[in-house]
């Protein structure tokens, strides 16, 4: 047992770790905010340098979901850029997709790490310093906080944790890969980034203007 005790640790260190903190901006599909699919929204971020990419779907039904996705994805491997599916990991397996994003009522962490296997990216969403520290047990990849700032995206969101969770955070989870989420916007990113965040994940101040998302993530590039 102390072998196999020692073989997980190993892994959690050094394989689930993804170089997610050289992608400092982390951007999320939205097609009732853009009107574009989540294929057409990929190309676009593409178009202006994005390395990974979560796509993330509450309202559409899942084969739609799927034929969107596959499109997606087929786009981003001619990039080389990750895709990352929001919630569902039946849909990242089938797809083979780079990994997927859980929410606090979503599968569990270890399940997921269980179907989609160790190559896979798992990212988990948390709202409270406790839960943050919990969740850098898991068997995941990177851990998101949020919302930092207030965001009218999400529908039900947790209380705004602001700046100063994310250096307590920071100081309680070592270099564990931290994702800031909610409300970010090409004023305020660097702030969250000076707080300790490696990366920021934004959906709304990306998308607002569809005709201008490649320009906008250039944009945020250019300022990091
Ligand atoms: N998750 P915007 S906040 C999808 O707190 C999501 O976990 C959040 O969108 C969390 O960049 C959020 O438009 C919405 O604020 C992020």
Redo the contacts with the bound molecule.
């Keep these: 047992m102390v072998n196999g005790k020692c073989k997980t640790k190993f892994l959690t260190l050094t394989v689930y770790h993804l170089p997610l903190t050289t992608m400092k901006i982390y951007p999320?599909t939205d097609v009732s905010l853009t009107k574009l699919s989540h294929a057409e929204q990929v190309e676009r971020l593409i178009a202006g340098g994005a390395k990974i990419v979560q796509l993330?779907e509450k309202n559409g039904a899942a084969d739609a979901f799927f034929a969107d996705a596959a499109r997606a994805l087929e786009i981003a491997r001619k990039h080389a850029v990750k895709i990352i599916i929001n919630d569902r990991v039946d849909i990242a397996l089938a797809l083979r997709a780079d990994g997927v994003h859980l929410?606090q009522d979503d599968l569990p962490p270890a399940e997921a790490r269980k179907i989609l296997g160790e190559r896979a990216i798992i990212g988990f969403?948390t709202?409270n310093v406790n839960q943050a520290v919990e969740a850098v047990k898991l068997p995941v990849d990177y851990i998101?906080i949020?919302?930092v700032?207030p965001?009218?995206?999400?529908g039900n969101?947790?209380a705004v944790v602001g700046l100063d969770t994310i250096k307590i955070v920071r100081a309680k989870i070592g270099n564990f890969p931290l994702v800031a989420?909610?409300?970010?916007n090409l004023q305020n990113f660097r702030e969250v980034l000076s707080a300790g965040a490696d990366s920021v994940?934004?959906?709304?101040?990306l998308l607002s203007e569809p005709d201008e998302i490649s320009e906008t993530f250039k944009k945020f590039l250019a300022a990091v």
């Design positions: 999320i993330r929410g969403s709202h998101a949020g919302p700032f965001t009218e995206t999400k969101p947790d989420i909610g409300g970010i994940a934004v959906i709304g101040n």
